[in-house]
C-alpha cells in the first residue's frame, strides 16, 4: 500500500486554501478557508497509515470540487458585500 | 462628453444620481445610514444576509452534484427499462436514504414533495380526510406556520373542528392542554418542531408520547428544524413530518414528508396520478432537485458539530451585543436546550421596527415570517406570546446560518447600534422615557 508523505499533506492543505480564496462569493470563500483550516487541524495527529490515505484521497475530490466550483463563482458574479474590500481598480471615483 | 470649453467633464459633474435613504441623518452627525463605518466607497454594498429562517445559499458542494443531473443524468428515474432510468434511480434512493437518516427514519418513509408548505398541506387535509368517518377534530397551536393554519381553517370549512392551542410568553406549548384538548374523535395534533420567528424548540418527546398515548398521529413542521436539532422520529413518536430543502442550503423546490409505516399512517393524497412516492404523490421526481436536497441533507449531518459550534458563537456574540442596548429584549425560551440559537428575536422598545429595517439597508433582515413580510401587520406570532402591539412591531429576527462570518456579526452590531440610538434620538416616547415619565400612564386623546 502506498503511502502518503507529510509534505504531500502540507502541500495539498496549501493548495486547497489557494483554491478557496478563489471564491467570489465572499460567503463562501470565507467558509471554505474556516472549513479546510478545520479539517486538516482536526485530523493532525493521525498516525494510522490506511486512515491518512482515505483521508488523503478524500481531500483530493474535495481540491476537484474546489477547482469547479471556484470556476463556476468566477463566472457568475455579483455585487461585493458592505464588508468586502473592493479592488483598487474598481473603486469608484 | 465635454464642456463649453473643451475639458472634458469630470464624473462629478454630471448629474449622477444620488443614493437615497428616507432616513436623514441630522446635521453635522458623524453617522451613515448606508454603511456602518465607512462612506461606502472602499467597499461593497449589496447587504449582509441574516435572513436564513427565510431561505439559505446554496451550498456549492451541493451545486456541484446538482449540475450532472442538469447536463448527464438526465433520465427519468421511474423508466425501468434502459440505464437512463436506472442511473437516475438509483441516485435517487441515494438521496432519499440521506435524508432518512438525518431523523432516523427509514427512507421509504421518505415522501418528495416540493416543499415544506405541499408536506404541511398533506398532512394536516390528506390525514382528518382519510380517517373523516370516525374522527372530526384537529388540534394544532396558535404560532405554527400560515400554510399549517390556512390549511386548518381550510379544514373548518369542510366541517371539521379545530382547537388552536395558546402559548406561554415564551411560545411554549402547555401540556396539560394538549392533554385536555385530545377527544375520542381527534385525528391529528399538528405542532411545529422549531418556530419560524423566535426559534423556540416545542417538547416533541413529550408531545410524542402523549399523542401515542391517546392513538393520536402527531405531525410536525419540521422545515425549521431538520438537520438543525436533534431528531429522532422513533424516540419522539413522530408519525409524519414535513421537511424543507431550501433551509438546509439545498435547491428551492424541493421538500418531503416523512410518513410513518408502522403503525401506517394513512392519507388522502392531494395529486393523484401515476402512483409514484408510495402512492401519496404522484408525478415524475425531479433527479437534479432531489439529488441536490439528499446532498445537502448529507451535508447537515456530516457538518452538525462544526456548523452548531459556529452557529452558536456568532449567536452568542450578537446577543451579547445587541441586549447590551437599553430596553431590548429577546423574545423566546430563556431555557437553552428550548431554543435553536440561529434565530435570534430582538424587540427594540420606542423603535419601529419597519423604520429600523428601512435604515438597516446594508443588511437583510426580516420583522418576521418572509410570507407575511409584505403585510405591515405585527407577527401573529409575537401576539401569541402575549406581547403588544408596540413590541410586536419593533421585532426583529436575525438569522444566523453556515455561511455567516464574524466579520459580519461585528457590523451589525455596529450598524444596529448606531440606527438604534438614531432613531430613538427622534422619538417623543423615547424622549419622555429618559424624563422618566411613565408612558403607560398617560391618556392619550384622539382628535
Known amino acids: 500500500m502506498t503511502s502518503v508523505s507529510s509534505r504531500q499533506v502540507l502541500s495539498l492543505y496549501k ?9 467570489d462569493n465572499y460567503n463562501f470563500r470565507e467558509y471554505s478557508k474556516r472549513r479546510i483550516r478545520h479539517g486538516f487541524k482536526q485530523s493532525k495527529n493521525e498516525s494510522d497509515p490506511a486512515k491518512i490515505l482515505t483521508l488523503y484521497n478524500s481531500a483530493v475530490n474535495d481540491l476537484g470540487l474546489l477547482e469547479r466550483q471556484t470556476a463556476i463563482s468566477q463566472m457568475y458574479t455579483f455585487e461585493k458585500l458592505v464588508v468586502e474590500p473592493l479592488k483598487k481598480h474598481v473603486r469608484h471615483a | 462628453m465635454l464642456t463649453t470649453d473643451g475639458r472634458k467633464l469630470l464624473a462629478s459633474e454630471s448629474s449622477l444620481p444620488v443614493a437615497n435613504t428616507n432616513v436623514i441623518p441630522p446635521e453635522g452627525s458623524t453617522i451613515s445610514l448606508t454603511s456602518a463605518y465607512r462612506d461606502g466607497t472602499t467597499h461593497g454594498t449589496k447587504p449582509i444576509y441574516l435572513d436564513v429562517q427565510a431561505t439559505t445559499q446554496t451550498d456549492p458542494r451541493v451545486l456541484d452534484v446538482m449540475l450532472r443531473f442538469l447536463t448527464g443524468l438526465y433520465g427519468n428515474p421511474h423508466s425501468s427499462t434502459h440505464a437512463y432510468g436506472w442511473e437516475a434511480e438509483k441516485e435517487v434512493e441515494e438521496a432519499r436514504a440521506h435524508i432518512a437518516s438525518v431523523i432516523g427514519a427509514d427512507p421509504k418513509e421518505i415522501i418528495f414533495t416540493s416543499g415544506a408548505t405541499e408536506s404541511n398541506n398533506m398532512a ?12 372530526k377534530h384537529i388540534i394544532t397551536t396558535q ?9 386548518a381553517r381550510h379544514m373548518q ?23 385536555k384538548a385530545i377527544r375520542k374523535d381527534t385525528a391529528m395534533v399538528s405542532i411545529m418542531a422549531v418556530n419560524n420567528e423566535i426559534g423556540v424548540i416545542q417538547p416533541l418527546e413529550e408531545i410524542g408520547k402523549i399523542c401515542r398515548e391517546h392513538k393520536v398521529f402527531f405531525h410536525t413542521d419540521g422545515a425549521q428544524a431538520f438537520g438543525k436539532i436533534p431528531l429522532d422520529v422513533n424516540e419522539m413518536n413522530i408519525d409524519m413530518m414535513s421537511i424543507s430543502s431550501h433551509k438546509i442550503y439545498g435547491p428551492k423546490g424541493i421538500g418531503a414528508a416523512y410518513v410513518r409505516r408502522r403503525p401506517r399512517v394513512r392519507i388522502d393524497p392531494i395529486i393523484s396520478g401515476g402512483g409514484q412516492e408510495r402512492g401519496l404523490r404522484s408525478g415524475t421526481l425531479a433527479p437534479p432537485l432531489v439529488c441536490g436536497f439528499g446532498e445537502a441533507a448529507r451535508l447537515i449531518k456530516q457538518e452538525s458539530k462544526f456548523d452548531n459550534d459556529h452557529i452558536e458563537k456568532l449567536s452568542t456574540k450578537l446577543k451579547n451585543g445587541l441586549l447590551s442596548i437599553p430596553a431590548t429584549q429577546l423574545n423566546g425560551a430563556h431555557d437553552p436546550a428550548a431554543q435553536y440559537p440561529g434565530c435570534v428575536n430582538i424587540s427594540f422598545a420606542y423603535v419601529e421596527g419597519e423604520s429600523l429595517l428601512m435604515a438597516l439597508k446594508d443588511i437583510a433582515l426580516s420583522s418576521g415570517s418572509a410570507c407575511t413580510s409584505a403585510s405591515l401587520e405585527p407577527s401573529y406570532v409575537l401576539h401569541a406570546l402575549g406581547a403588544d402591539d408596540a413590541l410586536a412591531h419593533s421585532s426583529i429576527r436575525f438569522g444566523i446560518g453556515r455561511f455567516t462570518t464574524e466579520e459580519e456579526i461585528d457590523y451589525v452590531i455596529k450598524a444596529i447600534n448606531e440606527r438604534v440610538d438614531f432613531l430613538r434620538s427622534m422619538s417623543p416616547l423615547w424622549e419622555m422615557v429618559q424624563d422618566g415619565i411613565d408612558l403607560d400612564t398617560i391618556e392619550w386623546s384622539g382628535h
Not at chain 2, 394536516?124 to 374522527?135: A, D, E, H, L, V
Not at chain 2, 404560532?143 to 390549511?151: F, G, M, Q, R
Not at chain 2, 370549512?157 to 392533554?179: A, M, Q, R, S
Open chain 2, 157 to 179: 370549512d369542510e366541517g371539521f373542528e379545530v382547537t388552536y392551542l395558546p402559548v406561554n410568553e415564551e411560545g411554549l406549548i402547555n401540556l396539560e392542554d394538549l392533554k
Open chain 2, 143 to 151: 404560532t405554527e406556520h400560515k400554510c399549517v393554519l390556512d390549511s
Open chain 1, 15 to 23: 493548495r486547497m486554501l489557494e483554491k478557496a480564496t478563489k471564491f
Open chain 2, 124 to 135: 394536516i387535509k390528506g390525514i382528518p380526510r382519510f380517517y373523516k368517518k370516525t374522527k
